[in-house]
């Protein structure tokens, strides 16, 4: 069994910084690309930001500049910093992960709780 645990939501006034932390844990060999998804009220789930084991970056047009995802391999952890956040942020931020359970596994998606992210204007 896998978990993905978020933390680092909140509510902050727009033009605001926030920082989510996603911490994989369980049985767990090795971890392939982590992302940020979020999901506004009324819309689509969106990827906001994903990063490989190598460390490659990628982001959604309407974040490059103020996100910055970053991964630490030893904890199993993902990040997104969030800086000059806008109302239009608002949403509930998810974690995924692409996990292999064993060394002949082929990967896995695992999904987080999700973390409300609330900007105000």
């Known amino acids: 069994q896998v978990q993905l645990v978020e933390s680092g939501g909140g509510l902050v006034q727009a033009g605001g910084s926030l920082r989510l932390s996603c911490a994989a844990s369980?049985?767990?060999?090795?971890?392939?690309?982590m992302g940020w998804y979020r999901q506004a009220p009324g819309k689509q789930r969106e990827l906001v930001a994903v990063?490989?084991?190598?460390?490659?970056?990628n982001y959604a047009d309407s974040v490059k500049g103020r996100f910055t995802i970053s991964r630490d391999n030893a904890k199993n952890t993902v990040y997104l910093q969030m800086n000059s956040l806008k109302p239009e942020d608002t949403a509930v931020y998810y974690c995924?992960?692409?996990?292999?359970?064993?060394?002949?596994?082929?990967?896995?998606?695992?999904w987080g709780q999700g973390t409300q992210v609330t900007v105000s204007s």
């Open positions: 995924n992960a692409a996990i292999l359970g064993t060394s002949w596994s082929d990967p896995h998606d695992y």
């Open positions: 369980g049985s767990i060999f090795s971890i392939n690309a």
């Open positions: 990063i490989s084991s190598a460390g490659s970056t």
